[in-house]
């Protein structure tokens, strides 16, 4: 049976080759799609979504627009990486396509509610929608399969020195969600970051004859597009595409259980303190600190066994020319 799954995005490019990946595998059911601001602003992360989801010929799979900032920071998108209209300059054609009416928690609860079997949650933006759905809505949590959540790191930062862009976006939403009492998996920087495919490989999908694998190549080119500009190696990261594909295929990563803590406040707000300590420390012994809740840790990765994964399922998709 398929595992139903609903994705929350910042569209993105690579939220954009998650979305294509979702929709391709049979073995993920995507019940919904939910739209915050973070790489763009939220009015076009959601054009974006749809206009990806015709690229996937996806069936009529609902959509609906959340928050416009994080909760308590102001809004600083990202769009040095993924350029002013979030998709690093790919232009798709116009959708018709609309989002639902109601309000992305709306969705989210109304979608796991009426579900008979437990949902599981892809968050792979900042958390800000997620956490509203849980402080609105209590009752979701023991619904909740497992939220698979793109973001935090064990070791190296993106967004500040040791914050990753999607918990430091919105710290104390991404706090909420490891709060909750419902079952993380953390798909980090720590994976996230080797997940590669090729510069001669995504040149040659951009030129070549299936159109999703003209829009890939695109996609994971967009980067020298933006290397060009500001010099940087080409990295062809599949980014939050890898998080999607640890759920159909976790025997391609390692993971711990550890203790996580979202840090709030000085130089480490946004950072994930991953507790890796097989002894308690004196902060345990002492009494200084409360219980960090336990989170399933992605640490290492089998990343051309992922990056493999991504390009056979996506390029399985029809080629709409
Ligand atoms: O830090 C990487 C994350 O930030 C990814 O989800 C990317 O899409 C951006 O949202
Ligand atoms: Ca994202």
Known sequence: MPTPVILDVDTGVDDALAILFAVA??????????CVAGNASLEQVV???LRVLDAAAAGDIPVAAGAHRPLIAPAR????VHGADGLGGLVLPATRRTARPEHAVELLRRLIMDRAEPVTLVALAPQ???????????????????????????SVG?????????????????????????????????????VSVAA?????????DHSVGRIVGELLGSRIALSEDEHAEY?????????????VEPAALRTERRPVRVELAGLGRGQTLVDRREFAGEDVVHGLVDPWPVVEVALDVDADRVARLFLDTVLALPSGA
């Open 47 to 49: 054009d974006n979504t």
């Open 128 to 154: 800000t929608n997620l956490a509203l759905l849980l402080r609105t809505h209590p009752e979701v949590a023991g619904r909740i399969e497992r939220i698979v959540v793109m973001g935090g790191s064990a």
């Open 25 to 34: 595998h049979p073995d993920l059911d995507v019940l919904g799609i939910t």
């Open 158 to 194: 993106n967004a500040t020195a040791v914050a990753e862009f999607n918990v430091w976006h919105d710290p104390e939403a991404a706090a909420i969600v490891f709060d909750a009492g419902v079952p993380v998996y953390m798909y980090g920087l720590d994976v996230f970051n080797r």
């Open 200 to 208: 001669d490989r995504a040149h040659a999908l951009e030129r070549g």
């Open 77 to 80: 998108s990202a769009s040095h």
């Open 235 to 247: 990295t062809g990261l599949i980014g939050d595409a890898g998080a999607v594909c640890s759920i």
